[in-house]
């Protein structure tokens, strides 16, 4: 088999503190870690090559400074998807 097995990445965010790694996964257990996010509401993103980076990263720990301005238009995406549409109400 030559494709690449998907992979999934949970990521815990608590202010004032950076993200933190909680889960790495491919193939059967990436799949659980994405139905668990659906099942719970969290927000996804596709983002392959900060995937890549992040599963580098022990898990339980918080993600590196060099990972800060890429997870900032990931928390960007996420703050955005979570408000409601303009004229709506929440």
Same mark, same amino acid.
């Given at each position: 088999m030559?494709?690449?097995?998907?992979?999934?990445?949970a990521?815990?965010?608590?202010?004032?503190?950076?993200?933190?790694?909680v889960?790495?996964?491919?193939g059967a257990?990436?799949?659980?870690i994405?139905?668990a996010?659906r +099942?719970?509401?969290? /927000?996804? #993103?596709?983002?392959?090559p900060? $995937?890549?980076? *992040? =599963?580098r990263?022990?898990? +339980?720990?918080e993600? /590196?400074? #060099?990972?800060?301005?890429?997870? $900032?238009?990931? *928390? =960007?995406?996420i703050?955005?998807?979570?408000?409601?549409?303009?004229?709506?109400?929440?």
């Amino acid at each position: 088999m030559t494709g690449k097995r998907p992979l999934a990445v949970a990521l815990r965010y608590e202010a004032p503190h950076a993200p933190k790694v909680v889960a790495v996964g491919r193939g059967a257990l990436g799949e659980r870690i994405v139905a668990a996010a659906r +099942e719970h509401g969290v /927000p996804l #993103e596709t983002n392959a090559p900060l $995937a890549e980076a *992040l =599963a580098r990263v022990e898990v +339980e720990t918080e993600i /590196p400074v #060099e990972l800060y301005e890429a997870m $900032a238009v990931i *928390l =960007a995406f996420i703050l955005r998807a979570a408000q409601p549409a303009p004229g709506l109400k929440p």
